[in-house]
């Protein structure tokens, strides 16, 4: 099961650490550190207890961080593969929200998640040349309407029955 990873951002640079002081810090366990410690964390050994610097300890947790993944224009991420991912059959369904842009929904081409991805106008435009993609009509949302109101009764005079 993986958990929470450790935020770097919580060491002081310029503070030197014990394994549970480390440890509190990040919230992880003492065995999270220790194993750090036996994969390369650098530490002081010459004395008890072992003193971790903070920022050799920033430094190695930055190195473990892994790199954000960027989708190109004609991609979207897939949670499920965990990548970004074309869509299959290059088609995506775009959904419009306001009149600068919208959603596109797309299945993946990989394990047929849906997938989803927040576009602007010139986006689509730039879009529409690489895939194929279907405009959804929105929604019409009840204060646009010109339809009268259904609690017409709530606008009567209340009527008290003494």
């Known amino acids: 099961m993986a958990g929470k990873r450790p935020n770097g951002r919580r060491i002081k640079s310029h503070r030197s650490y014990d394994v549970a002081e480390a440890a509190r810090a ?9 194993r750090w410690l036996k994969e390369g964390l650098p530490c002081l050994k010459d ?3 072992v003193l971790i610097l903070g920022q050799d ?4 947790l930055d190195e473990r961080r892994k790199p954000k993944q960027t989708c190109r224009i004609d991609e979207c991420f897939c949670l499920s593969c965990k990548a970004p991912r074309r869509p299959a059959f290059d088609e995506v369904e775009f ?8 959603n596109l929904r797309a299945l993946c081409e990989h394990c047929a998640t849906v997938m989803h991805k927040r576009v602007s106008m010139d986006g ?3 879009l529409k040349a690489i895939l194929a993609v279907t ?3 929105a929604e019409t949302r009840l204060t646009d309407g010109n339809s009268p109101c259904t609690n017409d009764h709530l606008r009567k005079e ?4 003494a």
């Open 135 to 137: 405009d959804v009509q």
């Open 57 to 60: 300890l920033k430094a190695f």
């Open 26 to 34: 990040l919230g992880v366990a003492k065995g999270t550190v220790r």
């Open 47 to 49: 004395q008890r207890p």
């Open 124 to 126: 689509l435009n730039a």
């Open 158 to 161: 209340l009527q008290t029955y």
């Open 95 to 102: 959904h419009p929200l306001t009149a600068t842009g919208g």
